[in-house]
């Protein structure tokens, strides 16, 4: 019998995770992303919750016990894949177990969704993202070079396949 990886065990239900709305943007900016421009959020906002609407994908935020937006992901399901981007996670709760929940919530959806894979990327020289994708299932697929704000990065895609499990 092989072990289900961590990424298809359930979140834990001490994390609240919610559907972004177009309202967490300013959190988002201050706690999250303060390098990144209000309009880039409010598109990347956007995307996900026209994604959702049409049952494509799906934005989340993680909201602390004060209410305030800490973490995001993005889910977007492709003609062969589905992808997991824009994962962070506020500096103040890295390392507590928020980013494995956020993966988590999306992979719930992913397999709703009926997916037969999934991949995400991180650039190489993000070895704590690469460990926690590995240590959640993923295993390494391919790299692509690909321009992240100012410069480019060489980022590894690993992927999670989906078929045949439950």
């Known amino acids: 019998m092989t ?3 961590l990424a298809l065990q359930p979140p834990n239900p001490h ?3 919610r559907p972004v709305q177009m309202t967490d943007i300013d959190a988002l900016h201050m706690n999250c992303w303060s390098e990144r421009s209000f309009l880039s959020l409010y598109n990347l ?3 996900a919750t026209l ?3 049409e049952g494509n994908g ?3 935020v993680f909201v602390d016990d004060d209410n305030i937006v800490r973490g995001y992901g993005q ?3 492709w003609p062969r894949c589905a992808e997991i981007t824009d994962l962070i996670v506020s500096d103040a709760h890295r390392s507590r177990g928020v980013g494995t929940a956020l993966i988590q919530y999306l992979m719930r959806a992913v397999r709703e969704m009926q997916v037969d894979c999934i991949e995400i990327g991180a650039a190489l020289d993000n070895p704590r993202a690469l460990a926690l994708y590995r240590r959640l299932g993923f295993e390494d697929s391919h790299t692509l070079d690909i ?14 396949d989906l078929k045949n499990r439950q």
């Open 15 to 17: 994390w609240r995770i």
């Open 58 to 60: 799906l934005g989340i």
């Open 51 to 53: 994604l959702a609407k």
């Open 75 to 77: 889910l977007t399901v």
């Open 3 to 5: 072990t289900q990886p």
């Open 45 to 47: 906002v956007s995307r």
């Open 147 to 160: 321009s992240i704000g100012v410069r480019k990065h060489e980022v590894l895609y690993l992927r999670l």
